[in-house]
């Protein structure tokens, strides 16, 4: 019952925000948040346990990896086709840092939730942010493949 609330809640503020200034990241972060609180079964104290580590781990791969990423990946896309042998090698390196960086995050984030909660609902989390991710390319694609047919 109080993941459906939360669900219903998540939808009404995710869509009042578009207009709002919020960032995509907050905006599929409340999107994503509503969609695990409805995959899988947390009690109350469960839930506040997950929400407050798992928003902090979230926060620091998005800030330390993820927007890195966007950065390296915005950088040498201008001049992916004249980067030497060298260059090349450099940006692989520093991607893979960084998408290490943000498994170690993942690991560290799973190693404190395992502090109070149990093995299986961290798998049931793991899956709920496989699926999540699955539905968001999915819905991305979707309305190009319908335009197509129109």
Same mark, same amino acid.
């Given at each position: 019952?109080? #993941?459906?609330?939360?669900?219903?809640?998540?939808?009404?503020?995710? !869509?009042?925000?578009?207009?709002?200034?919020?960032?995509?990241?907050?905006?599929?972060?409340?999107?994503?948040?509503?969609?695990?609180?409805?995959?899988?079964?947390?009690?109350?104290?469960?839930?506040?346990?997950?929400?407050?580590?798992?928003?902090?781990?979230?926060?620091? %791969?998005?800030?330390?990896?993820?927007? /890195?990423?966007?950065?390296?990946?915005?950088?040498? !896309?201008?001049?992916?086709?004249?980067?030497?042998?060298?260059?090349?090698?450099?940006?692989?390196? &520093?991607?893979?840092?960084?998408? +290490?960086?943000?498994?170690?995050?993942?690991? &560290?984030?799973?190693?404190?939730?395992?502090?109070?909660?149990?093995?299986?609902? %961290?798998?049931?989390? +793991?899956?709920? &942010?496989? +699926?999540?991710?699955?539905?968001?390319?999915? #819905?991305? /694609? /979707?309305?190009?493949?319908?335009?197509? /047919?129109?």
């Amino acid at each position: 019952m109080m #993941n459906k609330i939360l669900i219903l809640v998540m939808t009404f503020i995710f !869509s009042m925000g578009f207009g709002q200034g919020k960032t995509s990241f907050e905006r599929i972060k409340a999107l994503k948040m509503a969609y695990i609180a409805e995959k899988i079964d947390l009690t109350d104290k469960e839930e506040t346990i997950f929400w407050e580590v798992y928003d902090e781990y979230e926060l620091k %791969i998005y800030k330390e990896c993820r927007k /890195k990423l966007r950065e390296i990946r915005k950088q040498y !896309s201008k001049s992916i086709d004249t980067l030497t042998k060298e260059e090349a090698i450099n940006v692989l390196k &520093e991607v893979y840092k960084i998408e +290490h960086l943000a498994v170690d995050y993942e690991e &560290e984030r799973d190693k404190a939730l395992l502090i109070n909660l149990p093995p299986k609902k %961290i798998l049931k989390i +793991h899956h709920a &942010e496989y +699926h999540f991710n699955r539905e968001m390319v999915y #819905n991305r /694609k /979707k309305p190009a493949v319908q335009e197509k /047919k129109d």
